[in-house]
């Protein structure tokens, strides 16, 4: 099962390297890592999808609660949460073509960041499943490359 963990960490170097290393030698397979400062620069934010069972799950909150530089782990898996990712498609568009590829990426909310003579770049945030149906659309047209930053995900409300 795929868990979801925000995990509040100290904000200095070496702390990305044993948190990653702690999953990683127990053998679970991180889906996806995100880490930036918060609101206090003393503090990162790390998002981690992990693939575990929940006795190993179980096991990779509490091997992550005893390290020093871990303030808070927050588990997201089952809760009301709004999650985002960002991708940047480079897309085959030919001149007589680019309208089209511009009139997809609009009913998808994603604009244009750059123009080259036989490609446009778009940038789309959303969930998943809206990004796979954006990729799928843009295949009819080739895509020359692909980058998704992975998924960030907040609690709802309070």
């Known amino acids: ?3 979801i963990l925000s995990i509040l960490v100290e904000n200095k170097s070496g702390v990305l390297s044993r948190v990653i290393g702690l999953i990683s030698r127990r053998g679970f397979n991180i889906e996806s890592l995100t880490v930036a400062p918060t609101e206090n620069v003393t503090m990162s934010r790390m998002t981690i999808i992990v693939d575990a069972d929940e006795v190993g799950f179980e096991q ?3 091997q ?3 390290l020093v530089s871990v303030y808070k ?3 997201l898996t089952d809760e009301d949460a709004i999650e985002r990712e960002l991708a940047l498609f480079k897309v085959c568009a030919p001149a007589e073509r680019r309208h089209e590829v511009i009139e997809i990426a609009n009913l998808f909310r994603a604009k244009v960041v750059d ?3 036989t490609s446009l770049t778009i940038e789309a ?3 998943a499943s809206k990004l796979g149906a954006l990729e799928d659309l843009f295949q009819a047209y080739g895509i020359k490359q692909l980058t ?3 998924k960030i995900v907040m609690s709802r409300g309070m």
């Open 64 to 66: 992550l609660n005893k």
């Open 73 to 75: 782990i927050h588990d």
């Open 1 to 3: 099962m795929k868990h």
């Open 115 to 117: 123009v080259g003579k």
């Open 125 to 127: 945030t959303g969930d």
């Open 148 to 150: 998704r930053t992975g």
């Open 60 to 62: 990779i909150t509490k």
